[in-house]
């Protein structure tokens, strides 16, 4: 079956301006998650939806940063005003659930350059 | 401190080479640990993963996790070109977030 897709797969902005990455989950996965990666950092947690809870949003780094899952699968990541730091891969992953041990399926990341 | 810590590399051995890749972590709360590969301009894929200490072997891969030290494993046996990757260790503690090591790049010559 079809993987983790996520869209644009390059996107280039100027600083300042808001962007919108998509995540389309496996069909069937409650939990979703999302996850940066730079050169600096590695790969770091952002932000994570299971079923209908509250996100847990410990990982976001900014108030700049929000992201939400409509009707349980589609999630789309905003990045408002965005700096030059902000440029990176931003990767989205899903599982069956959250409950003990679920693989998560990582999709092929959108790259993000803000200049 | 990052909570898991791994030597980025890069790491070049000839093909057939036995590979070992390391990580120490520093949260005695994980209870999983994973090995993912990352071939440039992809998404991780899991390799491995282990529950607690001990080893799980698949194929050519190794996994040995040692809680006592907090210290994790891969080992890669008749190492091929086509392993050629970054190699990312991953620890969470309960179905969750993964907290990631920096990656280790792997140079397989042939």
């Known amino acids: 079956g079809a993987g983790v897709s996520q869209s644009p797969s390059n996107k280039v902005t100027e600083k300042g301006k808001d962007v919108e990455l998509r995540c389309d989950p496996i069909s069937g996965h409650t939990a979703l998650y999302w996850y940066r990666q730079s050169l600096g950092q590695g790969l770091e947690f952002l932000i994570y939806?299971?079923?209908?809870?509250?996100?847990?949003k410990s990982g976001l780094p900014s108030d700049r940063f929000s992201a939400e899952r409509t009707g349980g699968s589609v999630s789309t990541l905003t990045i408002q005003r965005t700096q030059q730091e902000d440029s990176a891969v931003y990767l989205c992953?899903?599982?069956?659930?959250?409950?003990?041990?679920?693989?998560?399926?990582f999709g092929p990341g959108t790259r993000l350059t803000v200049l | 401190q990052k909570e898991v810590e791994q030597d980025p590399g890069p790491l070049s051995v000839p093909e057939g080479a036995i590979v070992s890749l390391n990580c120490t972590y520093s949260?005695?709360?994980?209870?999983?640990f994973m090995w993912y590969r990352q071939y440039s301009r992809k998404g991780p894929e899991l390799l491995m993963y282990?529950?607690?200490?001990g080893n799980k072997e698949d194929g050519r891969f190794t996994a040995q996790v040692d809680k006592s030290s907090k210290y994790i494993s891969l080992f890669i046996r008749d190492s091929q070109p086509s392993d050629s990757a970054t190699y990312l260790c991953?620890?969470?503690?309960?179905?969750?977030?993964?907290?990631f090591g920096a990656g280790t790049i792997l140079r397989v010559k042939s």
């Open positions: 939806f299971q079923g209908n809870s509250a996100p847990d």
């Open positions: 991953a620890s969470m503690e309960y179905g969750n977030k993964l907290v």
């Open positions: 949260n005695s709360a994980f209870q999983y």
């Open positions: 282990t529950y607690s200490s």
């Open positions: 992953a899903s599982s069956l659930t959250d409950r003990a041990y679920n693989e998560q399926f």
